[in-house]
């Protein structure tokens, strides 16, 4: 038995030897005619950048980042400091290109001529559904829109203003005099309830926690590699979707049954078709797994991007002084004045400093930090050529710190925004036919905030860290903004 494997191990390793030669050799022509590619895209106009290992490209590089304290965009600003305004990578098996010019902005997102739509990465697709605003093809969206467009009205914003007012003050009352609060937990707490009564008529009870428990778990899964194994976050932020889903399907089947009537809600009212204005015209209503993914995608967009920037906020305001007493005189000249014991519209209208300071920390924070497109057309822009198929990123957060685009961007000044600005300068909400439809209700929730935190309490940042929080997707301050809170009433009792 032994000299018969004695015998066998020679012709063994010949084959062995075969083996390892071929896959060397086909390993260096994939490698050679990789850096080919290279060299010939550069010479044809192809943005510079590093296009990685092969098939990996620089994904790794950009799950590193994504653990990292100073966030994902590490990834960005590290390769637009080494190659310029413009450059290509590979991520995710899919060529990306990060562009930060208000030209290319301007170019890109608005898309006058039809050559980009918008396109996420696998995960996040997958995560918000294939229906969602915010994956749908260009004449796809275009139908969705024109369905949420008349919910999000005059009437429905000055709905909002009352309760998310009526929300603020009760979590106020709830706060200590003296005393320590994390601003992002409460923040997202009144924004998860501001979202799902507007949406749902959901108020309290296992539901509401629910939606915002696993709300936050499909976001911090957004940026994780798609596996499905179910120990990945990939994996929980899906499951977490299904239960959101979940919760949606059985409102939706009650309503039709009768079991749940009365309700005056962004749901209640895609059910029915949205308004009227559709029955003359040739356009279909939406179907069920279109209302699901939406609904999702808005109360994403409502709770965790608005928290955020409520977060940001007030550390802005905390760090700021100047900035913290110009604003003390102005709210409370509102507070003096206003007639009836909730905000309104009109009282907000009367902000123009708060206005500032919101569009201010929002330029700052950068909570979206880049609109993500596909290119559907091979095209050139600021002399870069681009493939069809490519994604096309505009990058935000360089265009909002470009000095050549603000003054001192690294400053904190509400006051910038006084004068008129380039609208392709400021991007919190994407410009053009993408753009958010919630913006003005993003803006509302946070002078709402801004008028009851000031009008109640001083309070001092105590953590001045800006890093980042892991996994997330939009900028998350890792500390959560802890603040010390002093009640304004116990200051002038003892004035």
């Known amino acids: 038995m032994l000299g018969h494997l004695l015998q066998e191990l020679p012709m063994f390793f010949y084959y062995w030897g075969i083996f390892v030669l071929v896959v060397t050799v086909v390993c260096q022509r994939a490698w050679n005619l990789w850096h080919y590619n290279i060299n010939s895209y550069s010479e044809a106009g192809i943005p510079p950048g590093n296009r990685g290992l092969p098939f990996v490209g620089e994904t790794l590089h950009f799950m590193a980042a994504i653990n990292s304290p100073q966030g994902v965009y590490e990834f960005v600003r590290s390769r637009r400091l080494r190659y310029g305004r413009c450059f290509k990578t590979r991520l995710f098996g899919e060529t990306h290109m990060f562009m930060s010019s208000m030209e290319s902005a301007k170019a890109i997102l608005n898309n006058d001529v039809g ?10 697709a997958e995560l918000v559904g294939p229906h969602s605003l915010l994956c749908a093809s260009h004449y796809h969206h275009k139908l969705i829109r024109a369905h949420l467009l008349s919910l999000f009205s005059t009437d429905s914003l000055a709905s909002l203003v009352q309760h ?8 106020l009352l709830g706060w200590p005099r003296h005393g320590l609060v994390v601003i992002q937990d409460e923040a997202l707490q009144i924004t998860c309830k501001a979202m799902c009564k507007m949406l749902m008529s959901i108020e309290t009870g296992y539901e509401l926690e629910t939606v915002q428990r696993e709300v936050g778990r499909v976001c911090e899964a957004m940026l994780a590699f798609p596996l499905r194994f179910k120990w990945t976050r990939f994996y929980k932020g899906l499951q977490a979707r299904k239960r ?31 308004d009227n204005k559709f029955k003359d015209q040739e356009v279909r209503g939406l179907t069920d797994e ?19 920037a409520i977060t940001w906020m007030v550390k802005f305001v905390g760090e700021n002084q100047e900035v913290y007493h110009n604003l003390v005189k102005e709210q409370l000249q509102i507070a003096n004045k206003r007639e009836s014991s909730h905000l309104t519209l009109e009282d907000l209208s009367e902000m123009p400093f708060a206005s500032g300071v919101a569009k201010e920390a929002l330029r700052m924070a950068s909570v979206v930090q880049w609109f993500p497109r596909v290119a559907l057309e091979d095209c050139e822009i600021e002399g870069f050529k681009i493939k069809k198929g490519w994604n096309v990123n505009v990058d935000a957060r360089s265009i909002h710190f470009d000095p050549t685009v603000h003054d001192d961007p690294d400053v904190f000044n509400p006051s910038r925004f006084h004068a008129k600005s380039n609208v392709h300068g400021f991007l919190p909400f994407g410009v053009g036919g993408r753009s958010c439809l919630g913006k003005n209700m993003a803006k509302a929730m946070m002078l709402v905030f801004l008028h009851r935190l000031i009008t109640t309490y001083e309070w001092k940042v105590i953590d001045h ?11 998350k301050l890792r500390s959560g903004c802890p603040v010390h809170l002093t009640s304004i009433k116990d200051i002038n009792k003892t004035a």
């Open 164 to 171: 998310s007012d009526q929300l603020v003050v009760e979590a």
């Open 465 to 475: 860290d800006s890093s980042i929080q892991k996994w997330a997707l939009f900028s």
């Open 290 to 308: 279109e209302i699901r993914d939406n609904i999702l995608t808005m109360v994403i967009a409502g709770q965790d991007t608005t928290a955020n």
């Open 244 to 274: 959101i889903m979940d919760i949606l399907e059985k409102a939706m089947n009650e309503r039709r049954n009768g079991s749940a009537g009365g309700h005056q809600d962004f749901l209640q009212r895609l059910l029915a078709g949205n």
């Open 115 to 124: 050559k980009f739509s918008k396109r996420y990465i696998k995960s996040i």
